[in-house]
């Protein structure tokens, strides 16, 4: 497969600087900024995943009619909060 290139990015010398005092040894600047875009592009793709997931989830529950109002959902929470700091103390 052939290779692509990116734009190239202009950043302040102190992010340069930054960066490659954390280069890992035989690591380049290309290959650290390589890395850090593909972690950050699975970063993305999972986020996204997991809102749709979330939003597939809210309108299966709304369509069924099983839905928790906001207040109880806290309440429910506050409930487990503090069963579990009593379970802690004791």
């Known amino acids: 497969m052939k290779t692509a290139t990116l734009p190239?990015?202009?950043?302040?010398?102190e992010i340069r600087e930054q960066a490659e005092g954390l280069l890992e040894k035989?690591?380049?600047?290309?290959?650290?900024?390589?890395?850090?875009?593909?972690?950050?592009?699975?970063?993305?793709?999972?986020?996204?995943?997991?809102?749709?997931r979330g939003m597939a989830a809210g309108a299966r529950a709304r369509e069924a009619g099983v839905t928790v109002s906001a207040d109880e959902s806290l309440a429910r929470l506050r409930a487990l909060k503090a069963k579990r700091i009593a379970s802690h103390k004791a």
Not at 8 to 13: F, G, I, K, Y
Not at 27 to 38: D, G, N, Q
């Open 26 to 52: 035989g690591e380049s600047l290309s290959m650290f900024i390589e890395e850090s875009l593909r972690r950050h592009i699975a970063l993305r793709q999972s986020e996204r995943a997991f809102l749709a």
């Open 8 to 13: 190239t990015v202009r950043v302040l010398p």
